[in-house]
């Protein structure tokens, strides 16, 4: 009887749950932030990696790795105040934490949690973006552009898309990232890219992966990761995190299937660096709609995700002659857009609002994927030019460049043979 008088004296703090800190929710999340952190320093450093030459492997991995410590830093100082600050256009009022304590909550879980969960989302985008850049840029250079390119360029967009900012937002369905992280580094990886402009030896010699086997574990590393970037983004353990779960990994699944068929139809060939690529593009293409989605809808989303990055990879990047020296725009840009249109296409039956007009929201989906395009376009720019300005030119001499970059710059070999 004393059991069931306490579970009645219960009831009111159950009826305002939400307002109180869930330990189960703090619990995945907490497991969650870790997934997504190993993606950056490890997953996408090993995928990088092993599809860079040789001489250029541990300038390719230190990018990565110095990406998450520069934007872990910055994201701290000003970048979350930024993102997730007070304001339309641009939030303020919370550098360096401000006004945040171990007590402060966001939703249902700490905010100091909800902070170093977004914190590695920023990292992982100005990580992703050096696979268009790899083996000509300074080090130097890039790890100044890192830290501006979150400030001026990552931040700005995280608000508009899920911060606060209603002005430039247009109901825009964004579950995890489509654009404000794939799309948005994507398309600064090429920017940059043009900027720099080729490699001296590019469509002269084959340029070959130094290593498909590292490629393949950077891959699973990723996907692996890829389940705390979508299933953590809904905050908390339960039904549409474990959807996102489930629709992410079918969605990988059926991106290597999409990639490998179409590779076997061209080439007559299934290469392990092309299934690892299609993973990627699965995993790409689900992440803005892996809080909505159905598994008949990551089917579809994730198999023409794995097609679509095929080929922006193998044509696309030929025809428009740009050297994305590891395919950052064609993997997470090119697969970033159709993401963010399949978002509005395929919605589950349990996840529709009531009045959901499939119209509309594309051409909300449509002018958020416009503004993302022409803000990061066009901020990527002056980024750059601005670090390159303040490190003495962006881009190595040809005599570093022909060398490698793993023993001019960091004074060290991948393999001592």
Do not use: C
Not at 165 to 176: I, K, P, R, S, V
Not at 218 to 238: E, H, M, R
């Amino acid at each position: 009887m004393k059991r069931y008088i306490f579970m009645l004296l219960m009831l009111p703090s159950l009826t305002f749950a939400d307002e109180l800190l869930s330990s189960g929710d703090t619990a995945w999340m907490l497991v969650a932030t870790a997934f997504v952190m190993l993606m950056t320093p490890a997953g996408l450093a090993l995928f990088y990696g092993g599809l860079t030459r040789s001489k250029n492997v541990l300038n390719t991995i230190s990018m990565s790795l110095g990406a998450y410590a520069v934007g872990t830093l910055v994201w701290i100082l000003v970048g979350y105040s930024i993102a997730f600050g007070e304001g339309d256009i641009i939030g303020s009022g919370k550098v360096l934490l401000s006004g945040i304590t171990s007590d402060t909550l966001s939703g249902t879980i700490p905010e100091l949690l909800f902070v170093a969960f977004q914190g590695t989302f920023a990292a992982i985008a100005v990580a992703i973006a050096s696979g268009s850049m790899i083996e000509r840029v300074k080090f130097s250079t890039y790890i100044l552009f890192a830290a501006l390119w979150i400030i001026v360029v990552y931040a700005p967009i995280t608000h508009w898309a899920w911060g606060g900012g209603e002005t430039l937002h247009f109901n825009e369905m964004d579950f995890a990232g489509g654009t404000v992280v794939h799309l948005n580094a994507g398309v600064a990886g090429l920017v940059v890219a043009l900027i720099l402009g080729r490699r001296k030896d590019y469509g002269k010699v084959a340029i070959k992966p130094f290593s498909p086997i590292l490629v393949s574990l950077g891959a699973a590393l990723l996907w692996f990761g890829w389940f705390g970037f979508n299933a953590g983004s809904q905050l908390a353990a339960d039904g549409i995190a474990a959807s996102a779960f489930l629709v992410t990994n079918v969605a990988a699944s059926l991106g290597v299937i999409g990639w490998v068929i179409t590779e076997w139809l061209i080439y007559k060939k299934a290469t392990i660096v092309g299934g690892a690529s299609g993973a990627v593009a699965g995993l790409v293409a689900i992440t803005p709609a892996s809080g909505s989605a159905g598994v008949e809808g990551a089917i579809i989303i994730g198999l023409v995700g794995g097609i679509v990055g095929f080929f922006g990879v193998t044509k696309l990047k030929n025809m428009f002659k740009v050297d994305d020296a590891l395919d950052a725009f064609w993997i997470h840009g090119l697969v970033g857009i159709w993401g963010s249109v399949a978002t509005a296409l395929f919605i589950a039956s349990y996840a529709m609002p009531a009045e959901y007009n499939m119209a509309s929201q594309l051409v909300n989906q449509l002018k958020a994927i416009s503004l993302t395009i022409v803000y990061s376009a066009a901020a990527t720019a002056v980024v750059y030019f601005v670090s390159s300005k303040l490190t003495g030119g962006g881009r190595v001499d040809e005599e570093s460049e022909s060398i490698g970059l793993d023993e001019t710059l960091h004074g060290e070999k991948a393999l001592n043979i």
